[in-house]
């Protein structure tokens, strides 16, 4: 597609699910990343993916986020046992870094969750 | 530790008149600054960056930012603010592939 698309776009669970978001990122980017966007924390870093390399996961606020990407291209953020202060839109972006040293990036529309 | 402050909660100004979101930097090394927008039930969406070179970047909407090393500061503005302008902003500094970005700034552009 044009874009980073994200599914589902709204997701509403009780505590204690699991719950998995998906990213398509834009076709032939080769970092994808994922964000969370909540009151009172604002916009945080999760997860970055750099081709093959090892991934980032410096920004995973506990074990109970995991991220995978696979085939370099769909990524999946699963959060396990869900909380209530896991309530946020979660923003995956892509990117990829040009011949001229200049970088393309695109942000998805995001995925609401609302842990009840 | 890299960091972005974005000082204002929220700024209100009234349509036509200089729009300004404050922004400042501590990071070590070269800064990688960036500027986004995020309109009401959409994504967030890039307006400009400074990587290096003339201090005053241009951007999408006719914002521009200027960098300034000595104040550590990169402010968005606008010379005249349309009320199509109100969103919330954010800075960011990019070290090493991530963005950590600033809380926030509601700006709000009234008729």
């Known amino acids: 597609g044009a874009g980073v698309s994200q599914s589902p776009s709204n997701k509403v669970t009780e505590k204690g699910k699991d719950v998995e978001l998906r990213c398509d990122p834009i076709s032939g980017h080769t970092a994808l990343y994922w964000y969370r966007q909540s009151l009172g924390q604002g916009l945080e870093f999760l997860i970055y993916f750099q081709g093959n390399s090892a991934p980032d996961k410096s920004g995973l606020p506990s074990d109970r986020f995991s991220a995978e990407r696979t085939g370099g291209s769909v990524s999946t953020l699963t959060i396990q046992r869900t909380q209530q202060e896991d309530s946020a839109v979660y923003l995956c972006?892509?990117?990829?870094?040009?011949?001229?040293?200049?970088?393309?990036?695109?942000f998805g529309p995001g995925t609401r969750l609302t842990v009840l | 530790a890299q960091s972005v402050a974005q000082p204002e909660d929220q700024v209100n100004v009234a349509e036509g008149n200089p729009l300004t979101v404050k922004c400042t930097y501590s990071?070590?090394?070269?800064?990688?600054l960036f500027w986004y927008v995020q309109y009401p039930n959409r994504g967030l969406q890039f307006l400009l960056k400074?990587?290096?070179?003339?201090?005053l970047v241009k951007g999408s909407y006719g914002f521009e930012a200027e960098f300034n090393k000595s104040q550590t500061s990169f402010h968005l503005k606008k010379p005249s603010a349309l009320v199509s302008d109100s969103a919330l902003y954010f800075c960011?500094?990019?070290?090493?592939?991530?963005?950590?970005f600033g809380a926030g700034t509601q700006v709000v552009v009234t008729p």
């Open positions: 400074y990587i290096t070179g003339d201090n």
């Open positions: 972006a892509s990117s990829l870094a040009l011949a001229s040293g200049g970088v393309v990036e695109m």
């Open positions: 990071v070590s090394g070269n800064p990688y």
């Open positions: 960011a500094v990019r070290p090493w592939g991530k963005l950590q």
